[in-house]
């Protein structure tokens, strides 16, 4: 029997000396088991990374609304409309400082 047919029907694994086979198989099972399981380990990495990049990017145009919101209700015109709303008018005379001697 040539090579090829021996490893195609597994008499590699049953001769006599085929510990050294079976340990050569283990060990590379145990490769591919450890492949594998980073694989996906980093897999979840980048899935958890593309969703954090995602909650920046809401968080960030959130911070942009807000912020304009905080500069419209700044404004001395919507100020003014707001104290006319609850009745409090603006005097035109400037305050003036009392000094004590």
């Excluded at 380990?41 to 909650?55: T, Y």
């Excluded at 919101?69 to 700044?74: G, H, I, P, R, S």
Aim: positive net charge; charged residues 25%; aromatic residues 8%.
């Amino acid at each position: 029997m040539s090579k090829i047919n021996k490893i195609i029907l597994g008499n590699f694994l049953i001769e006599e000396g085929s510990i050294k086979n079976w340990k050569f198989i283990s060990f590379l099972f145990i490769l591919a088991i450890i492949m594998i399981f980073s694989s996906h380990s980093i897999d979840k990495k980048i899935i958890l990374i593309g969703d954090l990049k995602n909650d920046i990017s809401v968080l960030e145009s959130e911070f942009i609304d807000n912020r304009k919101n905080v500069m419209n209700l700044k404004m001395e015109s919507n100020v003014l409309q707001i104290m006319k709303e609850k009745g409090i008018k603006s005097f035109n005379n400037p305050p003036f400082k009392i000094i004590i001697n």
